[in-house]
């Protein structure tokens, strides 16, 4: 009996077809890189205060005084939300009397913005906020609008998997794809926030089924030796080089609906792929369609130049990857002893809390000092070197000390912000970036570590409800981004705290690298302290792990 790779074991690891697979697969993923964050420009909050209308019967100097001004790092700036009662103002103005002169303003009654708002266009020409002025008594909307996102990215993320076994790896992907870029395209038309918000959690939906998809796709058709490097190299970097190309659109394309139908365009462009990207031969024989699996290995063999056997894929030799029975496993599982239990508890806060981390950092960046698309590409630009780093970490250090290593890093700069003087705010956006560096390298690393520390019997399940928690921890992200409207560095200070904390809780994981991946729960390792017994490196197993994919999702 022979597995799918001793079978297509004769293609090789790294020819012209697996090239072409790893490349066009690494590139679908550009869109999901700036639709996932696109809502930082979409719904950005310019400066705003209260219109004061053109028929107010009011003098220059009133009009000029007409809004109260606040403090706001060390200068006065109009109220965003209130101004004087425009009634009483006209009558002072209509006795001519002057403002601060002969009325103290500071007496004066206020009102709200009865006429609306006048926004700022030096960064944004239009957003969601100004269209619908998501400001003030509904600022509350401008948050929840990236949640929503997010919980469509949770619900995809429950279906996507289960549609790709029941239809196919390739035209779910495909499919998922029309998803993303179809509705990305109809919120150009939204008359209402409302209707944005219900068409950007299907957008959420669509980006993370592609994600999933896609990754699955590349995992099942390449081989073992390039994998690893297509789930952190390949996926996460293609990722962020989409990330990256969003602030160039939103600096030239500065209106809202201009920059999401530019933003469709590269969904388009990848029409062409259904005709090179072929479907799974895996998932192929799984449905017992061996013909139509040994006529890709037939392609890739060619395009290799390769010699391929008559017969490639004998049913009665092959030996399905899911011809087992397997025993039945169910979420209390992961809870039926205390060790396993608090590993579990552990893991959640781990995945929420790092995801917390990410996704503020990324969302706050209109909210740093200077230019808010130089700052978002830095923050995209600095997670190339994040995800090389966390590979060449994970292939040669203990897992718990290099995750806890850099969210202690990453946590630690981020409560170094609150110290920084005014002035030197390029030294605050330095250390964002270096936070970001910490959160998103430990992101990374998340899934290896996870699947190395549950059994075979359950780590599918654990890897799923543990990143579960990463989209609960990205769905309150927002919240945390919104914080910064009370006082500047708060979103920092609490970010960076659980960051540091969630890093004291990794030193109590047991260690995984270099055992032997466990197969059932009691051989799960025990949860340890700071001062945990050492193994000697001889009595470490010297053979290779099996290999576990890295990806942030």
């Known amino acids: 009996m022979r597995d799918y790779e001793e079978v297509t074991a004769f293609l090789g690891e790294w020819g012209p077809f697996q090239r072409l697979i790893f490349f066009l697969l690494s590139a679908s993923i550009i869109p999901n890189g700036f639709n996932g964050m696109s809502v930082v420009f979409l719904a950005g909050t310019p400066e705003h205060h209260c219109r004061v209308p053109d028929t107010a019967n009011l003098s220059s100097a009133w009009r000029n005084h007409s809004i109260p001004l606040v403090r706001q790092e060390d200068r006065e700036v109009p109220h965003s939300c209130r101004r004087y009662r425009l009634a009483t103002i006209a009558n002072f103005s209509s006795l001519g009397l002057e403002p601060g002169r002969d009325v103290d303003l500071e007496q004066l009654e206020q009102e709200s913005c009865l006429d609306g708002w006048e926004f700022s266009q030096d960064v944004y020409l239009s957003t969601i906020v100004t269209e619908w002025n998501l400001v003030c008594e509904d600022d509350w909307k401008t948050p929840l609008t990236a949640s929503l996102f997010f919980v469509g990215v949770l619900l995809g993320s429950f279906v996507s998997g289960q549609l790709s076994d029941r239809f196919g790896r390739k035209n779910i992907l495909f499919a998922t794809m029309a998803v993303q870029t179809g509705f990305s395209f109809v919120q150009i038309f939204s008359i209402n926030w409302e209707m944005f918000t219900v068409l950007f959690v299907i957008v959420g939906m669509g980006q993370i089924s592609n ?100 017969v490639i894929f004998d049913p009665a030799e092959l030996q399905e990857l899911n011809s087992s029975e397997q025993q039945k496993v169910y979420i209390l599982d992961l809870f039926r002893t205390w060790n396993i239990a608090i590993i579990s508890i552990m893991s959640l806060l781990l995945w929420m809390l790092t995801s917390v981390g990410y996704f503020g950092l990324s969302l706050n960046v209109p909210n740093l000092h200077g230019d808010p698309y130089l700052n978002c590409f830095l923050s995209a630009l600095i997670e190339v070197p994040a995800y090389i780093t966390a590979w060449l970490l994970l292939r040669t250090l203990p897992r718990r000390y290099i995750i806890a290593g850099v969210l202690f890093w990453g946590g630690g700069v981020l409560l170094l912000i609150q110290v920084v003087p005014a002035d030197y705010y390029f030294v605050s956006i330095g250390l964002v970036m270096l936070g970001k560096f910490g959160v998103t390298s430990a992101f990374s690393m998340l899934y290896v570590f996870t699947a190395e520390l549950y059994p075979t019997l359950v780590r599918n399940m654990a890897v799923g409800i543990t990143s579960m928690a990463s989209r609960v921890g990205s769905i309150i992200a927002p919240y945390f981004v919104y914080l910064g409207a009370y006082n500047k560095v708060l979103p920092y200070i609490v970010m960076g705290s659980l960051t540091v904390l969630i890093g004291i809780v990794t030193l109590f994981f047991p260690e995984s690298f270099g055992a032997t991946l466990p197969e059932t729960l009691e051989q799960m390792q025990k949860v340890k302290g700071f001062r945990c017994w050492r193994r000697s490196r001889n009595s470490i197993q010297r053979e290779e792990n099996p290999k576990v994919l890295i990806t942030a999702f």
């Not at 990754?215 to 080089?241: N, Y």
């Not at 190309?245 to 530019?262: E, N, S």
């Not at 933003?263 to 388009?268: A, Q, Y």
């Not at 139509?292 to 010699?307: D, F, G, L, P, S």
Request: charged share 15%; glycine share 4%.
């Open 211 to 310: 994600y999933v998809v896609a990754f699955i796709l590349g995992t099942e058709i390449l081989g073992k030796s390039v994998r690893i490097i297509f789930s952190t190299l390949g996926v996460c970097t293609f990722f962020a080089v989409g990330y990256m190309v969003l602030p160039l659109f939103a600096y030239f394309i500065r209106d809202w609906r201009m920059l999401l139908l530019a933003l469709t365009v590269p969904g388009v462009l990848c029409v062409p792929l259904w005709w090179f990207i072929p479907e799974s031969p895996r998932w192929l024989i799984s449905q017992r369609r061996f013909k139509e699996a040994e006529a890709i290995i037939q392609r890739a063999a060619k395009m290799n130049n390769i010699v391929a056997p008559a």
